[in-house]
């Protein structure tokens, strides 16, 4: 706010000078420096915040180029999934599901996919040309809703959705876990590339239902803070929904619904502490 109040006096100030080079009988070069600077400053005074996003974006994306190619040297690899990637989407997703009980076998095929899957991104983590694992991005649009809001009655305004960006499917093949490999660079590798691809993006928030033990996990590793959005009372439209995968919500889990704001300072202090 302050910063604005100096750009308007100073862009007065210049226009006043402006003014008074063009009825004057004689022209200053010197005015005509200060007027130029001026405008300069004032500009700068403006776009303040979105020059020093410029320059953090640009340094986090290089401290995360150098994770990327430490984590190449091991085998790993991170990217967006298509064509044939997809498909092991698909059964990597079906794989896990069936393992913790949510699937019917004999229903599913072999692949596990809903309505969301044509409109929606996926990232991959790839160990060797494998899909080791994977999470799936939904942009909120009119036509496309949040996959949470099927499930839980979210309080949250139309007009503020389109912040949102909602994170499901996330999962990792059971044998690159961190319990397994003693070491949670699967999960690190594909929270970076998506918090730092939904900061280019401009979205606000992250939306994502989460087990209580992974959200502490998450929250831990990351060193971010979620918060929980007011719910209200499920309808008959959200409990028909949850039939999708009966026993992800028919456990006592302890399923939550979870929020954290996308912001630079939460890759900074990850990238300290790493």
């Known amino acids: 706010m302050i910063l604005r109040v100096w750009s308007i006096v100073i862009v007065s100030i210049t226009t006043l000078l402006l003014l008074y080079q063009i009825f004057s009988a004689e022209q200053s070069l010197l005015v005509y420096m200060a007027i130029f600077l001026g405008f300069v400053w004032s500009s700068f005074l403006l776009n303040t915040r979105e020059i020093i996003r410029f320059f953090e974006l640009a340094i986090i994306e290089v401290a995360v180029k150098i994770l990327d190619l430490i984590a190449y040297i091991q085998g790993y690899k991170v990217?967006?999934?298509?064509?044939?990637?997809?498909?092991?989407?698909?059964?990597?997703?079906?794989?896990?599901?069936?393992?913790?009980?949510?699937?019917?076998?004999?229903?599913?095929?072999?692949?596990?996919?809903?309505?969301?899957?044509?409109?929606?991104?996926?990232?991959?983590?790839?160990?060797?040309?494998?899909?080791?694992?994977?999470?799936?991005?939904?942009?909120?649009n009119k036509s496309t809703q949040l996959s949470t809001l099927n499930y839980?009655?979210?309080?949250?305004?139309?007009?503020?959705?389109?912040?949102?960006?909602?994170?499901?499917?996330?999962?990792?093949?059971?044998?690159?876990?961190?319990?397994?490999?003693?070491?949670?660079?699967?999960?690190?590798?594909?929270?970076?590339?998506?918090?730092?691809?939904?900061?280019?993006?401009?979205?606000?928030?992250?939306?994502?239902?989460?087990?209580?033990?992974?959200?502490?996990?998450?929250?831990?590793?990351?060193?971010?803070?979620?918060?929980?959005?007011?719910?209200?009372?499920?309808?008959?439209e959200h409990k028909k929904s949850r039939e999708e995968i009966k026993g992800y919500f028919s456990k006592q889990n302890g399923i939550e619904v979870c929020v954290l704001e996308v912001k630079t300072s939460y890759l900074w202090k990850f990238l300290y502490r790493f």
């Open 79 to 140: 990217r967006k999934a298509d064509g044939p990637l997809l498909e092991q989407v698909y059964r990597l997703r079906h794989r896990v599901y069936l393992e913790t009980g949510y699937l019917d076998e004999e229903k599913e095929h072999g692949i596990f996919v809903d309505g969301y899957d044509p409109f929606s991104t996926n990232l991959v983590v790839l160990k060797n040309n494998k899909i080791v694992g994977t999470l799936r991005m939904i942009f909120y």
């Open 152 to 236: 839980f009655n979210v309080d949250i305004p139309e007009q503020d959705l389109y912040d949102y960006v909602d994170i499901g499917r996330w999962v990792n093949d059971p044998d690159y876990r961190a319990k397994k490999i003693k070491n949670p660079i699967v999960t690190v590798l594909i929270g970076l590339k998506l918090y730092l691809y939904l900061l280019k993006t401009r979205k606000r928030f992250i939306i994502v239902t989460l087990k209580s033990r992974l959200k502490t996990y998450i929250e831990k590793i990351f060193n971010v803070q979620f918060i929980a959005p007011n719910l209200l009372p499920l309808t008959s």
